[in-house]
């Protein structure tokens, strides 16, 4: 099955530096790759999302990377803020019919004012 | 937008009791996931449903079962529970056949003392 291994595990970061979480994957059939904000005792968000057919997605201040070859993905965030402090899992699926999504162990991000 | 609906939002169990926690899908979704989430962990796949029909199958013990009914709800159904039962249990939906980007519900918290 799917593995997927997340670093780092814990960051922290000044306000406005920029963040990257990278995540890896065994699976070359994954094509789907999304990227989940968690607040505790929230729900995952969906916060951006990328599929093997894209080397690069950009939403404002948040992108993702991938790299198929190496089955690597990275989440970068720039300018980070505040309220930028989560849980961020990355995961990997396949986009078949309830193709479950397979998660990394999360980072949990700081950033100091 | 109509989000994905969980009830009960908590439940306090006791060991070798019963529970049943339910899930509504967002509107034209097909496909139904059921994810547990432990203190700290990472959501784990338990179980997903597409078309009434069961899915995929993770780490869903034997204990617990669940289906998905003809409104496209779905039920998880737990059994002699144990205290490490204890978690969040996140129900997704997506709207299937190659767009399963899963969209998570509040979450039932679960406690079994």
């Known amino acids: 099955g799917e593995n997927v291994e997340q670093h780092p595990s814990t960051l922290s970061v000044q306000e406005g530096d920029s963040a990257v979480i990278k995540c890896t994957y065994s699976?070359?059939?994954?094509?789907?790759f999304p990227w989940y904000k968690q607040e505790l005792g929230k729900r995952p968000q969906l916060i951006i999302d990328?599929?093997?057919?894209?080397g690069e997605k950009k939403d404002q201040r948040i992108a993702v990377t991938l790299n198929k070859t190496a089955k690597h993905f990275s989440l970068h965030i720039t300018e980070t803020q505040p309220e930028d402090s989560a849980v961020y899992f990355c995961?990997?699926?396949?986009?078949?019919?309830?193709?479950?999504?397979?998660f990394g162990d999360g980072t949990t991000l700081t950033v100091k004012p | 937008a109509a989000g994905v609906i969980q009830s009960p939002r908590h439940l306090i169990k006791e060991k070798r009791e019963t529970a049943t926690l339910k899930c509504y899908p967002i509107?034209?979704?097909?496909?139904v996931y059921w994810y547990q989430q432990g203190p700290g962990q990472d959501p784990q796949f338990l179980i997903s449903?597409?078309?009434?029909?069961?899915?995929d199958k993770g780490s869903i013990p034997d204990r617990f079962s669940a289906q998905q009914f003809s409104d496209y709800h779905s039920e998880l159904n737990m059994s002699s529970l144990e205290l490490g039962d204890s978690a969040l249990y996140f129900c997704?939906?997506?709207?299937?056949?190659?767009?399963?980007?899963?969209?998570f519900g509040a979450g039932t918290r679960l406690s079994v003392l």
């Open positions: 995961a990997a699926s396949k986009l078949t019919n309830a193709g479950k999504s397979t």
């Open positions: 997704a939906s997506s709207p299937g056949v190659s767009k399963n980007i899963q969209y």
């Open positions: 509107p034209r979704h097909d496909t």
């Open positions: 449903f597409y078309e009434k029909m069961q899915s």
């Open positions: 990328i599929r093997s057919n894209v």
């Open positions: 699976d070359s059939a994954s094509n789907y």
